[in-house]
T-cell receptor
Framework: DVKVTQSSRYLVKRTGEKVFLECVQD?????MFWYRQDPGLGLRLIYF???????EKGDIPEGYSVSREKKERFSLILESASTNQTSMYLC?????????????FGPGTRLTVT | RKEVEQDPGPFNVPEGATVAFNCTYS??????FFWYRQDCRKEPKLLMS???SGNEDGRFTAQLNRASQYISLLIRDSKLSDSATYLC???????????FGTGTRLKVLA
């Protein structure tokens, strides 16, 4: 069974703080993703990493950065948290070497910025 | 226009009913299609892929209509446990991007 874990289920931070969200997968997947999910907007891609140290911007990268130093770990960084970054953050991974496209999601981190 | 559109619902149906959802997509180069299920406050999970010829998995049937650019999900004999949000997902050929619809909420009532 694929397992994707995220460091926190709930997080409360203050405006201006630097925030780190961690994601770890145990299936040796090449591809990893960070999304945010907001009511009425669905899941929106923030960043994508297709391999270690490789990353690409998604649809809404502003205010975020990422780090992928090891294959199993993909970190999302909010450089200076703002209230409009209050959201549910979902990490996902996928095996990039076969035709199967299934993404496996972590349980999500509900971030509140006050 | 959104790339992927779904009726948000909610669809309230009695147990045992048949219910169908549609999802329209705007990019004719879209190549791969999926339905994901998301329970309240949980992560999305793959329900089924959608193949050109249509496919069935137990009580669930998925169809693709490329000419009209929509996919559908049919659920027969609805169970209380089918209550969830169903997300339509589209991938465009040659990209890694998964485009998610905003989801259709289903409530199956006893």
């Amino acid at each position: 069974d694929v397992k994707v874990t995220q460091s926190s289920r709930y997080l409360v931070k203050r405006t201006g703080e630097k925030v780190f969200l961690e994601c770890v997968q145990d299936m040796d997947h090449e591809n990893m993703f960070w999304y945010r999910q907001d009511p009425g907007l669905g899941l929106r891609l923030i960043y994508f990493s297709y391999d270690v140290k490789m990353k690409e911007k998604g649809d809404i990268p502003e205010g975020y950065s990422v780090s992928r130093e090891k294959k199993e770990r993909f970190s999302l960084i909010l450089e200076s948290a703002s209230t409009n970054q209050t959201s549910m953050y979902l990490c996902a991974s996928r095996d990039g070497t076969v035709k199967g496209y299934e993404q496996y999601f972590g349980p999500g981190t509900r971030l509140t910025v006050t | 226009r959104k790339e992927v559109e779904q009726d948000p619902g909610p669809f309230n149906v009695p147990e045992g009913a048949t219910v169908a959802f549609n999802c329209t997509y705007s990019n004719s180069a879209s190549q791969s299609f999926f339905w994901y299920r998301q329970d309240c406050r949980k992560e999305p999970k793959l329900l089924m892929s959608v193949y050109s010829s249509g496919n069935e998995d137990g009580r669930f049937t998925a169809q693709l209509n490329r000419a009209s650019q929509y996919i559908s999900l049919l659920i027969r004999d609805s169970k209380l446990s089918d209550s969830a949000t169903y997300l339509c997902v589209v991938i465009t050929s040659g990209t890694y991007k998964y485009i998610f619809g905003t989801g259709t909420r289903l409530k199956v009532l006893a």
